[in-house]
């Protein structure tokens, strides 16, 4: 903080070079925040996920249904607690673009495997007793505007109806939520019974199995177990976590991880070089005014510091104006993506390393100009002058 003033000004003796790198380095962490949130929502299942509950599919494939007989052969298997069922639907509300998820279940055993989605006693009570009742999420709810008693109509985009009809009818009997704060409830669940006697095809089966295991059993060992059980057969199955399943969902959408590593490995690649690019061009105007400092008796490790600091300060004030409008620009995005994509949101862990990122890249980019300014020669740096 000694030299502060010296070091802020000479970042901004040249005002519309440092203008134009501090603008490259706030969008670069702007797409930083953006795109680490989108990783964050699509890899999150596997942060908000029960350790004690498990997840059974096809083996072949996600998409393949597996018989409703499995049921109650997988709830004989010791060290199960409970199980019940869900499949997807993949319906949209009155347009194309108003798609969210959409699951037939069991009212009781399904919410009884999710404490945590919180409801009225009351409405769910309705919704058990209403066949062709559904229940929304909060933000669903806030989204569309539905209140209890209205009538949703949910167009088909995979399961059509006996008689051709791709038209849903449900009526909502509840609005849930869920007191996990990294969770969302933006989804709606309808009765299977009434899906399943609907439907043209497909009958007697369910999408996965979710099962809780016993405090005092394998989770492993029962997993194992399951899939023993129905090896050889038409429909095995893979029994996995729900950290798993939630990966195996973001997989259809592509290797996100990869992509975004790939799309900020880019960015950051080029920030180098341009915030390098202009250390260098600092560094080799000021030549004479380094040696004037050394002649003052600043010494090699002090100059070091100096364009050290510089380079750092720039990437900061770039980095900390991107990342800041970058966290508004996500919770925006929250909220009007909350059906498509919950989970949206900037952790503090990447918050965190983006200030590293800042700290690294300015390290980086300033450290081969500063090491040229510490190791200047007063003599020859006077004699370029």
Known sequence: MKYFRLVWKNAWRKKIRT???????????????????????FEGGADVADADRLVVIDKVSLINSLPMSYLDRIAAVDGVQSVTHSSWFGGYYQDPRNQFAQFPVDPSSFMAMYPEYKIPREQLDAWAKDR??????????????????????????????????RTWEFKLDGIFSTDDPRGSAAMMLFQYDYFDEARAFGKGTAGWYILRVKPDADPIQVARTIDAQFANSPSETKTSTEAAFAQSFTKQFGNIALIVSLILGAVFFTLLLVSGNTMSQSVRERISELAVLKTLGFDDRTVLGIVLSESILIMMVGGMLGLGVGWIAVQGLAKELASFLPGLFLSPAAMMLAVAFMV??????????????MRLSIVDALARA
């Open 360 to 373: 690294g890249a300015g390290i980086l980019a300033g450290i081969f100009p500063a090491l040229k300014a």
């Open 132 to 165: 062709t009742g559904a229940i929304v999420g909060q933000e669903l709810a806030t989204q569309y505007g539905w209140k209890i008693g209205d009538q949703i109509p949910m167009q088909a985009t995979i399961w059509t109806k006996a008689d051709g009809g």
């Open 19 to 41: 203008s134009l790198t501090v603008l490259s380095v706030f969008v670069a962490f702007l797409l930083f925040a953006l795109l680490s949130a989108i990783g964050q929502a």
